[in-house]
Each structure stands twice: as C-alpha cells, then as structure tokens.
C-alpha cells in the first residue's frame, strides 16, 4: 500500500449586504462577520480534490 496526502479545497461564495462610510470599511465589517463564523448559506461554488503521493509506504 502507498501512502497519500489530499488536500481538499472548497469555493464558498458568501453574499453580505451592509452599510458601511467606504468600501474599505465594508470590506472589514465582512471579514469580521467571517472571522465570527456569523455567516451561513453560502453558496458551494466548488470541491477540488489534490491527491499526492507521500514518500514511503503505509504500515
């Protein structure tokens, strides 16, 4: 048996409206609300699977 690695990449597109004095300030309230985990019902945009082969071999 060999031994892999897979890194597993997920696109989520999350929408947020606000109102905010600059797109800069808009751009900070929303990684804020990320940061918090305050945001849900994104939309799975898509899964990359990367598969890579780990040198040696599984015991």
């Given at each position: 048996?060999k031994?892999?690695?897979?890194?597993i990449?997920?696109?989520?597109?999350?929408?947020v409206s606000?109102?905010?004095?600059?797109?800069?300030?808009?751009e900070?309230?929303?990684?804020r609300?990320?940061?918090?985990g305050a945001?849900e019902?994104?939309?799975?945009?898509s899964?990359?699977f990367?598969?890579?082969?780990?040198?040696?071999r599984?015991?």
């Amino acid at each position: 048996m060999k031994k892999y690695v897979v890194e597993i990449v997920e696109k989520i597109t999350y929408k947020v409206s606000l109102d905010a004095a600059s797109s800069e300030d808009a751009e900070n309230a929303a990684r804020r609300l990320y940061d918090l985990g305050a945001l849900e019902n994104g939309e799975l945009e898509s899964v990359v699977f990367d598969v890579e082969e780990q040198g040696g071999r599984a015991i």
